[in-house]
């Protein structure tokens, strides 16, 4: 049973910032790219970002590029979002997923894994 479980969500005021974790229990963590996505209730679940399996290469979406940064650590089965210069609209559930590549073609169900998800709030 592969589980990945996210960390570090909360609430934080705009121009926060704060560092989501996902820890993955799986054997091999170096064979997966590692994405995150958010979601709002009532709108469609939304790409964020992705690493490579080796850490070497990421992806951004626009609306996160130079604020957001994704990083894993393979040694501790961890990727992170660090989220700086955060708005209100970063508002979202946020969760962790495990696929064959980091890319923005990639569509939800591509992903072999998800995590449950972490609740971060940023209030004006």
């Known amino acids: 049973q592969v589980q ?3 960390s570090g969500g909360g609430s934080v ?3 926060g910032s704060l560092r989501l974790s996902c820890t993955v229990s799986v054997s091999h963590f170096d064979d997966y790219a590692m ?6 209730p009532g709108k469609e679940r939304e790409w964020v970002g992705c690493i ?6 990421t992806s951004y979406a626009d ?3 130079g604020r957001f940064t994704v ?8 990727v992170y979002l660090q989220m700086n210069s955060m708005k209100p609209e970063d508002t979202a559930e946020y969760f962790c997923a495990a696929g064959k590549m980091c890319s923005i073609l990639l569509r939800p169900e591509d992903y072999d ?5 972490t609740p971060v709030t940023v209030s004006s």
């Open 113 to 117: 894994y998800w995590g449950q998800g």
């Open 71 to 78: 990083s894993r650590d393979n040694a501790k089965n961890t």
């Open 63 to 65: 609306f996160v590029k």
């Open 35 to 40: 994405a995150w996505f958010r979601q709002t």
């Open 52 to 57: 490579n399996w080796s850490g070497e290469s």
């Open 13 to 15: 005021q705009a121009g």
């Open 4 to 6: 990945l479980v996210e």
